[in-house]
């Protein structure tokens, strides 16, 4: 079948041609076209119900005419018509993904960032949406923020981290206390140093985003150590192309293991967005299993492993600060590496408590905040 409609639109076998705003055409499916007319989607749950499968014959215009900005098309056997805005069907002309306000290119920052880090007052993001629309949009950018000002009380975490989602517990439980434990079953738990790290890369979907609520520090030493992955990985791309590649291609395992629980899972140690752009690193010393790779690939893995962990180590990426009470560090878990300076156990008090929210969620409330969805 091919047919000229008004306007220009030209029918074919399997769908439209239609002339678009920059005077060149555009190809659609029947199928997209149907299953995306907006009587697709239910008003209220803003869920497709067209039952694409439920079609007993491949969907064919009839007829099909641009009027008042919208291609409008009869369906041949149903009488069905669709009515699409052209603006929408210009987003996806070329087959790219459909645009996300929520896509944010990333900050890389360095050693001199505490004094830069964007800061949030407790009351303020409590009283005002707007305030966590700038939260969350700095958490996508610069994956790190410090909150001032939260309550000595149980609920002040969870209650704040439930801003930007959902509390998402871990084998540690929904949150989890960060100080000198009898019988510790994380190096976090004791005084002694604790290296640069991400969370539990032992779980199967690592945690997203973590909050570090700090209720007493007034021991001597324990001072915060923060390095942003994505810079320490930028660089390595820019003088190691071919170490990164390895360690962007390779599954490492790790482990956790205590009385009660087993944890094994594999993770990448450089992570790449659809863009191919660096979203962050995955990678725990204290968690790493025994490598099980072939031994002669370990000949170039390991000497790539370790030169990341060691850039990783430098100054220039090196955070240093002293968390106080009533401040909270919130931070990106798959992009911001983070440790311990040891301290003394017996020099006063140390006590953090912790817990983990998801990156879609985040995403999720930027967009909600920020505006320009679909369903309006």
Same mark, same amino acid.
């Given at each position: 079948?091919?047919?000229?409609?008004?306007?220009?639109?030209?029918?074919?076998?399997?769908?439209?041609?239609?002339?678009?705003?920059?005077?060149?055409?555009?190809?659609?499916?029947?199928?997209?076209?149907?299953?995306?007319?907006?009587?697709?989607?239910?008003?209220?749950?803003?869920?497709?119900?067209?039952?694409?499968?439920?079609?007993?014959?491949?969907?064919?215009?009839? /007829?099909?005419?641009?009027?008042?900005?919208?291609?409008?098309?009869?369906?041949?056997?149903?009488?069905?018509? /669709?009515?699409?805005?052209?603006?929408?069907?210009?987003?996806?002309?070329?087959?790219?993904? =459909?645009?996300?306000?929520?896509?944010?290119?990333?900050?890389?920052?360095?050693?001199?960032?505490?004094?830069?880090?964007? =800061?949030?007052?407790?009351?303020?993001?409590?009283?005002?949406?707007?305030?966590?629309?700038?939260?969350?949009?700095?958490?996508?950018?610069?994956?790190?923020?410090?909150?001032?000002?939260?309550?000595?009380?149980?609920?002040?975490?969870?209650?704040?981290?439930?801003?930007?989602?959902?509390?998402?517990?871990?084998?540690?439980?929904?949150?989890?206390?960060?100080?000198?434990?009898?019988?510790?079953?994380?190096?976090?738990?004791?005084?002694?140093?604790?290296?640069?790290?991400?969370?539990?890369?032992?779980?199967?979907?690592?945690?997203?985003?973590?909050?570090?609520?700090?209720?007493?520090?007034?021991?001597?030493?324990?001072? /915060?150590?923060?390095?942003?992955?994505?810079?320490?990985?930028?660089?390595?791309?820019?003088?190691?192309?071919?170490?990164?590649?390895?360690?962007?291609?390779?599954?490492?395992?790790?482990?956790?293991?205590?009385?009660?629980?087993?944890? =094994?899972?594999?993770?990448? *140690?450089?992570?790449?967005?659809?863009?191919?752009?660096? /979203?962050?690193?995955?990678?725990?010393?204290?968690?790493?299993?025994?490598?099980?790779?072939?031994?002669?690939?370990?000949?170039?893995?390991?000497?790539?492993?370790? =030169?990341?962990?060691?850039?990783?180590?430098?100054?220039?990426?090196?955070?240093?600060?002293?968390?106080?009470?009533?401040?909270?560090?919130?931070?990106?878990?798959?992009?911001? *590496?983070?440790?311990?300076?040891?301290?003394?156990?017996?020099?006063?008090?140390?006590?953090?408590?912790?817990?983990?929210?998801?990156?879609?969620?985040?995403?999720?409330?930027?967009?909600?905040?920020?505006?320009?969805?679909?369903?309006?």
């Amino acid at each position: 079948m091919l047919g000229t409609g008004d306007a220009g639109v030209l029918l074919r076998e399997q769908g439209l041609d239609v002339p678009m705003s920059d005077g060149k055409a555009a190809y659609f499916n029947y199928y997209w076209l149907r299953d995306n007319c907006p009587s697709s989607f239910d008003p209220e749950t803003r869920e497709r119900v067209f039952d694409v499968f439920d079609m007993a014959e491949a969907p064919r215009a009839a /007829s099909a005419a641009i009027s008042g900005g919208m291609l409008e098309i009869h369906w041949q056997g149903s009488g069905h018509v /669709s009515r699409l805005p052209l603006d929408q069907l210009s987003a996806y002309a070329g087959g790219s993904r =459909r645009p996300d306000n929520a896509d944010l290119p990333r900050k890389a920052w360095y050693g001199d960032h505490y004094d830069k880090i964007a =800061r949030f007052a407790h009351a303020d993001l409590m009283a005002d949406k707007s305030h966590i629309r700038d939260w969350a949009e700095v958490m996508l950018t610069d994956g790190v923020a410090l909150l001032t000002g939260l309550p000595d009380t149980d609920e002040a975490l969870t209650d704040t981290a439930g801003l930007i989602g959902h509390v998402r517990p871990s084998y540690f439980g929904k949150v989890f206390e960060v100080k000198t434990h009898i019988k510790p079953t994380n190096l976090a738990f004791t005084s002694k140093a604790l290296p640069l790290h991400t969370d539990l890369p032992d779980e199967d979907l690592a945690p997203g985003i973590q909050f570090l609520h700090c209720l007493a520090n007034t021991v001597a030493g324990g001072n /915060s150590i923060f390095a942003d992955g994505l810079a320490v990985a930028e660089d390595f791309r820019a003088l190691y192309p071919e170490e990164f590649k390895l360690l962007v291609e390779t599954d490492v395992p790790y482990f956790c293991e205590h009385d009660s629980f087993d944890m =094994r899972a594999r993770q990448r *140690v450089i992570e790449l967005d659809a863009h191919g752009n660096i /979203s962050g690193v995955t990678i725990s010393q204290h968690h790493a299993d025994i490598f099980d790779l072939p031994q002669k690939d370990l000949d170039r893995f390991y000497p790539a492993f370790c =030169r990341f962990g060691r850039m990783m180590r430098d100054d220039k990426y090196l955070m240093r600060f002293r968390l106080n009470a009533g401040e909270c560090i919130v931070f990106d878990n798959h992009r911001i *590496v983070h440790g311990r300076a040891a301290y003394s156990a017996t020099s006063g008090s140390r006590h953090l408590r912790g817990c983990y929210t998801d990156r879609g969620e985040l995403r999720s409330t930027y967009r909600v905040l920020a505006g320009e969805r679909r369903f309006k």
